[in-house]
């Protein structure tokens, strides 16, 4: 009985990978080191939006290790999330969306070249 509460509790817990389409945009103005706004749209397979899940962005830079910059976004309107984030420097960046909703999750990744 106890290991059927435990196969129960850790299927609980399983995330399966979503068929969302996930997208990104960044100002045409953003800078290196300026506050910047990431805009995020989750859609579903069939084009409707995602509302409701839990969304973060992770910054890293493609040629220098200078870590991980994660930023939640917030909802602004269903399926479109916003996260205020920093690029610390010039050069080509991997941005990370990250998105989860109930058991359904999905992860793409991008890359932005920081001109200035």
Not at 1 to 29: G, H, I, Q, T
Not at 58 to 78: I, R, W
Request: charged letters at 25%; glycine letters at 6%; hydrophobic letters at 45%.
């Amino acid at each position: 009985m106890r290991s059927l509460l435990l196969l129960l509790a850790a299927s609980a817990s399983v995330a399966f990978a979503a068929d969302w389409k996930v997208e990104y945009s960044v100002p045409k103005d953003a800078k290196a080191n300026f506050d910047t706004q990431l805009t995020v749209t989750v859609k579903d397979a069939k084009g409707a939006p995602v509302a409701g899940a839990e969304v973060e962005t992770v910054l890293t830079m493609v040629e220098m290790d200078h870590g991980e910059f994660k930023s939640p976004a917030k909802q602004v309107k269903p399926g479109v999330y916003q996260a205020k984030t920093n690029f610390i420097m010039v050069g080509l960046w991997q941005i990370e969306v990250r998105a989860k909703k109930g058991t359904e999750t999905v992860s793409k990744k991008f890359r932005h070249d920081v001109k200035e």
